[in-house]
Antibody, heavy 118, light 106 residues
């Protein structure tokens, strides 16, 4: 059974950093394209960052480019999102998702809440 | 950036009725479009991909159509669990974007 379990969310002050983790089970991360999608409270869905299964390509939304970094540890079968210079507008639930046909989103984690506030 | 416009914003229907949701893109996405359902308090669920293919386990009452810039999600007969928010999303190029959502309410 495919499972994605996010962790690392929490409350952080503006300008601070957090690292989200997404532990995958039931499949091998390096065989699938992976993405982070976020949803601000009461709002719609927003693509944040993606990584190919081979790991040789990553991409970022303009709103997070230069501040967020997607990575993974194949030995732990875990995907990460390092978030630096956090802003109030980064407040959202962050979902780890597995791709279907590349960049459609078939399997979703339960989400990790990130709150940026002073 | 390709902008996805969903209409209507809210659709008020009764169980058993047919729901027709629209997603228009600001430029052609070919058939690289998906639909998701998000029930209150739940994570999104993939319904349709590549415009018309049902995802695994999705009931046949859900169907998708369209290509280019105009797409439709149809729910043939609404069940109580179908009252939710629906999003479209393209994968034609970067950045990937979602529509603003259509809420289907009772």
């Amino acid at each position: 059974e495919v499972q994605l379990l996010e962790s690392g969310g929490g409350l952080v002050q503006p300008g601070g950093s957090l690292r989200l983790s997404c532990a995958a089970s039931g499949f091998t991360l390096s065989s699938h394209d992976m993405t982070w999608v976020r949803q601000a409270p009461g709002k719609g869905l927003e693509w944040v960052s993606s990584m190919t299964g081979s790991g040789d390509y990553t991409n970022y939304a303009d709103s997070v480019k230069g501040r967020f970094t997607i990575s993974r540890d194949n030995s732990k079968n875990t995907l990460y999102l390092q978030m630096n210079s956090l802003r109030v507008e980064d407040t959202a639930v962050y979902f780890c998702v597995r791709g279907l046909n590349g960049w459609f989103f078939e399997y979703w984690g339960q989400g990790a809440l990130v709150t940026v506030s002073s | 950036e390709i902008v996805l416009t969903q209409s209507p914003a809210t659709l008020s229907l009764s169980p058993g009725e047919r729901a027709t949701l629209s997603c228009r893109t600001s430029q052609s996405v070919s058939n690289y479009l998906a639909w998701y359902q998000q029930r209150p308090g739940q994570t999104p669920r993939l319904l349709i991909y590549d415009a018309s293919n049902r995802a695994t386990g999705i009931p046949a009452r859900f169907s998708g159509s369209g290509s280019g810039t105009d797409f439709t999600l149809t729910i043939s007969s609404l069940e109580p669990e179908d009252f939710a928010v629906y999003y479209c999303q393209h994968r034609r190029n970067w950045p990937l974007t979602f529509g603003g959502g259509t809420k289907v309410e009772i």
